[in-house]
């Protein structure tokens, strides 16, 4: 039974992690994070590194660590029926919802905006998706060997590209650090923590990591211990990778508002930059690079959801649900980026927590004899915290002021929870109650999860 694996499969394998990782949010959040914070930059980014880098990291080992065969299998330890509403809502999160048409938004924003008039953009919008989502459908439907291919090529295209980029700015910065908008001026380091919900990786991994796992087990490792140190070894290279990608694009954000003010998205500060430095050609073809990138992302989410929708319903056939989440993906793409990602971070401020709570109880699992006790409350408590913060940003996003019926609850819990205003409200008291239970369950017969 093989141990080990060689360096050039690990580096091979977290290179192939990587470019599932690597989408349009990695693009446009650190460039956006880094126009913001500004002169806070450092601590925006280490928080954001956290959550954007860590938590992806934590998922594939968890992945590894639990032996679970998928996502919807790990989450049953708390309840079957939660883990079928937790994973489709992780799917359809980073699926039609939000993650899909940003891909189709962001290749736009970068491609194709920059050359356009202020009228025409809304049609330019529509006409553009139309065509890029009727691509991914035939992909979609016809699987073929091209989309590896593209994808096997394109990932090391956009980092070349990228590192170039990235080094002209460090030599040759674009101007110099600015004051951090409001939001920057007082803990820059929460801010960029919750910023780094938005890549959406940490949702990902819990898909990615069976891939992973699945890519070890055929080059012949199949012990427990030696797939979680494959795992955290090919991990490793694909975090890294995204963490020095995220700096570089963080700091060319921060030097570039300066010549070009801030933006309401990080698309045009990437093309923009381009532009500076290579002129209409270097962007042309940084465009051309990121609509093929988001392209053969937007086929990869498209066959993941229609392949686990299928397995929940078998009555709808694969090419349906492909066809339909298309359809809708579309709709929602021509909605714009700047309201995707509005309308993305309430369902995130919800989603995460329970996902990362997911992760911790899979890795303190053996201390409680795996019983489901200690799941299902630690859940039940940050289910309730996470979904008032959910209404609260969407709220937020609404424009509303005030809280309306659940103010008092806001209340509470501002006056209650440490971190709340933070946005971590839900960390201690899943804790404390992982502690308490654990303990209940350590010394008493508990029954296991099926």
């Known amino acids: 039974m093989k141990e080990k694996l060689s360096f050039s499969s690990y580096f091979i394998i977290g290179v192939m992690l990587f470019a599932l990782f690597f989408g349009a949010g990695n693009l446009i959040f650190p460039a956006q994070l880094g126009q913001a914070s500004g002169t806070s930059l450092w601590p925006a980014v280490i928080g954001f590194l956290i959550t954007g880098v860590g938590l992806p990291l934590l998922g594939i080992l968890a992945m590894g660590f639990s032996g679970s065969k998928d996502l919807q299998d790990l989450a049953s330890r708390v309840n079957p029926s939660y883990a079928v509403l937790f994973t489709s809502l992780l799917y359809l999160t980073i699926g039609p919802f939000f993650a899909a048409p940003r891909t189709g938004a962001v290749a736009f924003d970068i491609a194709i905006a920059p050359h356009l008039g202020e009228g025409s953009t809304q049609l330019a919008l529509f ?13 979609s439907l016809n699987p073929a060997k091209i ?8 990932a090391p295209g956009i980092v070349v590209l990228l590192a170039i980029l990235l080094v002209l700015v460090v030599f040759k910065p674009m101007g110099s650090l600015q004051a951090p908008l409001e939001a920057y ?30 890519a070890i087990r055929s080059l012949g490792v199949t012990s427990k211990k030696g ?3 494959a795992t955290a070894k ?21 030097v570039s508002t300066e010549a070009f003010g801030v933006f ?12 500076y430095y290579f002129g209409t050609l270097g962007s042309i073809l940084l465009g051309i690079v990121i609509i093929l990138a988001c392209l053969t992302t937007n086929i990869g989410l498209m066959t993941a959801c229609g392949e686990y929708f299928h397995r929940l319903f078998p009555k709808f056939s694969y090419k349906t ?10 709709v929602i793409a021509n909605f714009g980026l700047s309201n995707i990602i509005s309308y993305s971070i309430p369902v995130l401020m919800f989603l995460y927590p329970l996902a990362i709570v997911l992760m911790l109880l899979t890795f303190l699992s053996p201390l409680f004899r795996h019983a489901r006790l200690v799941y299902v409350s630690t859940i039940v408590v940050t289910f309730f915290i996470s979904i008032v913060d959910g209404l ?42 992982i502690i308490l239970t654990g303990i209940v369950a350590h010394f008493e017969k508990v029954s296991e999860p099926a």
């Open 127 to 139: 006409l553009f998706t139309l065509v890029f989502f009727a691509i991914s459908l035939w992909f």
């Open 147 to 154: 989309v590896d291919n593209v994808g096997k090529y394109l």
């Open 185 to 214: 001026q007082t803990g820059a380091f929460t801010k960029g923590f919750l910023e780094g919900y938005n890549t959406m990786d940490a949702l990902a991994s819990l898909v990615f990591g069976i891939i992973v796992i699945n």
């Open 227 to 229: 797939i979680l140190r």
């Open 234 to 254: 090919t991990g490793v290279i694909a975090i890294a990778l995204l963490g020095i990608i995220y700096v570089g694009i963080a700091y060319l954000g921060a």
């Open 264 to 275: 309401d998205t990080g698309g045009p500060v990437l093309s923009s930059a381009a532009n």
């Open 321 to 330: 649900l492909v066809v339909f989440f298309t359809v809708l993906t579309f």
């Open 392 to 433: 609260k940003t969407l709220y937020g996003s609404l424009g509303i002021e005030g809280y309306g019926w659940f103010q008092p609850i806001v209340t509470f819990y501002e006056n209650v929870l440490p971190l709340y205003n933070e946005g971590l409200g839900w960390l201690v008291p899943a804790l404390i109650v």
